[in-house]
């Protein structure tokens, strides 16, 4: 057992001697990352009133935050992509691959926000939750709280391509994380402004039929655009952007089903967005980094994963160690700033650490043979992976976050 401890320790001395600065990088996005979400956590933690007054729109929540990573954490990847290999300018034509990345993401945010206020409704119903708010409730709230969100990540991630660009960081390691946190720190904001509009009358079924037509008119025009990138962007990303959403909103389902225990200690709200996030974003790194060596030819797609996509794993487990104690550690002090209630900070990091143990390893499974597979079908994993890793993360996050709730005692 000792010399299998010492290999270990050996291959990650090995691994973090070779590279770094993707330590220096990664970890430094993660924190910010950590921060950021804590703050959708204190956010998610204070709205209980809005969440008790509106049944089912926590189902909607991980969804509309993993959307905005997933639409954004691709367009970002796909940047790290072009960085990498050269094709990569600032333009403001819209052929150009700036241009037609920007359009296809913000076609993609809207249709698939109006997807998900539909997907939250029919799941809603058909786990039997019991009585949720309208689907124009839903549509309106997804809708208007998206376009607010997807402006500023939007921007933040154009800003993250261009300090790349002018500072050597590589953006395969810092835009996942980054626009993950700042989905998250937007996205509950936002959402919850979106609810101050809803309510009894004519105005909401209005706000949700126009808001619709424009959701459905962005899509069919970006398609017809003739723009080759945007337009193979859109086909790839549609199917998977509907997948991920489901899982999102399945994840949001599970956490709405033991509503409950977390209401009797808020703080474990407070804990559920970085710790969702910090796993899908922890994903995100590796899928970056893999997609980049499978086009640039540093790795074959083979069942075995070669010894550079074994280094990026134990990359990963060295990125989630300080990441998930830290953000149980703040969770448990914002909550108690806020006067939250907590089971305290011993079990929070328990909680915190036993769940991302079991997530990362799922995580690993998921991007590899995701983008393996992806690559294999002729298909790009810039557009796949972010996506695909997100969104399991959601579920596997929420299922991993209650089973170590479960088996730290509280329930």
């Known amino acids: 057992m000792r010399g299998v401890a010492r290999r270990i320790g050996a291959r990650v001395r090995a691994v973090l001697g070779a590279d770094p600065a993707s330590l220096r990088q990664g970890l430094a996005a993660l924190l910010v990352s950590s921060g950021g979400d804590l703050l959708a956590g204190l956010t998610l933690g204070a709205i209980t009133g809005t969440l008790a007054r509106l049944p089912g729109l926590l189902v909607l929540v991980p969804a509309a935050i993993g959307m905005r990573g997933n639409v954004f954490g691709a367009l970002g990847s796909r940047f790290g992509t072009a960085i990498h290999a050269g094709t990569f300018s600032f ?7 700036v241009g037609q990345n920007v ?29 949720t708010i309208s689907v124009a409730y839903f549509i309106v709230i997804s809708m208007v709280g998206g376009a607010i969100s997807s402006v500023f990540v939007l921007l933040l991630t154009i800003g993250v391509a261009a300090g790349s660009v002018r500072f050597g960081w590589d953006m395969d390691n810092v835009a996942a994380p980054l626009v993950t946190a700042a989905g998250d720190m937007v996205t509950l904001p936002s959402l919850f402004i979106a609810t101050l509009i809803v309510g009894p009358g004519i105005v909401t079924p209005i706000v949700a039929a126009v808001t619709a037509v424009i959701a459905v008119a962005a899509l069919v025009a970006a398609f017809r655009s003739g723009l080759p990138l945007a337009v193979r962007i859109l086909r790839e990303s549609v199917p998977i952007l509907l997948v991920a959403g489901t899982i999102d909103v399945v994840a949001g389902l599970t956490i709405e089903k033991r509503l409950e225990s977390f209401l009797a200690f808020p703080a474990l709200l407070v804990l559920v967005p970085p710790f969702l996030e910090d796993t899908g ?47 149980a550690i703040s969770s448990d002090i914002a909550a108690g700033v806020a006067g939250l209630a907590s089971p305290g900070v011993v079990k929070m990091i328990m909680i915190s650490l036993i769940g991302g143990f079991m997530a990362t390893v799922v995580a690993i499974g998921i991007v590899y043979y995701g983008a393996i597979a992806t690559y294999r079908l002729g298909l790009d994993p ?17 299922f991993a976050l209650i089973l170590a709730i479960v088996l730290v005692g509280i329930h």
Do not use: C, Q, Y
């Open 103 to 131: 359009i296809a993401s913000m076609a993609l945010t809207l249709s698939i926000s109006f997807a998900l206020a539909i997907l939250a409704k029919a799941v809603s119903i058909g786990f039997g939750l019991g009585h």
């Open 91 to 97: 333009s403001r034509r819209a052929e150009t691959v």
């Open 382 to 398: 810039d557009n796949h992976g972010i996506p695909l890793i997100t969104s399991s993360m959601d579920l596997v996050g929420a």
């Open 281 to 327: 974003a922890l994903g995100g790194i590796l899928s970056a980094r893999l997609a980049s060596k499978l086009h640039l030819g540093v790795i074959d797609p083979g069942n075995r994963p070669p010894r550079a996509a074994r280094d990026d794993f134990a990359l990963t487990f060295v990125f989630a160690v300080p990441v998930f104690t830290l953000v």
